[in-house]
């Protein structure tokens, strides 16, 4: 894994809500080092450590983001809730298949693909809605 597959937090990632933009930093922040973790060949447990992390903090954002859309009577509010248990149960069949597999790496590396992927698709097309609820 290159050094590029790491987020790069940029404007394109900016909702307009300051509060949730530092969250998503965060949330960035958990996944590159993920993929420091698998990019540098670090212990299985270190893997397991990041990942329980990013579920953690993911959760915990996402309720939050949730009341916030929800404040601003966005349109995007339920849109957002269903995508955002979307990406929960997706990583609780990743994190099954890690466990069962006794910490694949395989299956680490597929995880960190698909889930980042969703992530950054997701701020772009749905959180950064919130901007125009917040605005109006
Ligand atoms: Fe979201």
Redo the contacts with the bound molecule.
């Keep these: 894994m290159s050094e590029s597959m790491k987020i790069v937090f940029d404007e394109s990632l900016h909702t307009g809500n300051r509060a949730v933009d530092v969250q998503h930093k965060f949330l960035v922040d958990i996944i590159n080092d993920l993929a420091e973790a698998l990019e540098t060949g670090q212990a299985a447990g270190q893997v397991k450590k990041t990942l329980n992390l990013l579920k953690y903090y993911a959760e915990w954002h996402?309720e939050r983001?949730?009341l916030c859309?929800d404040r601003f009577h966005c349109p995007a509010a339920e849109v957002?809730k269903s995508?955002?248990r979307y990406f929960i149960e997706t990583f609780e069949r990743f994190q099954g298949e890690y466990r069962e597999s006794g910490g694949s790496e395989d299956i680490a590396r597929r995880m960190y693909t698909e889930l980042t992927a969703w992530l950054v698709g997701?701020?772009k097309k749905?959180?950064t809605q919130l901007g125009d609820c917040v605005h109006a």
């Design positions: 996402f983001e949730e859309m957002n995508a955002h997701h701020i749905i959180d």
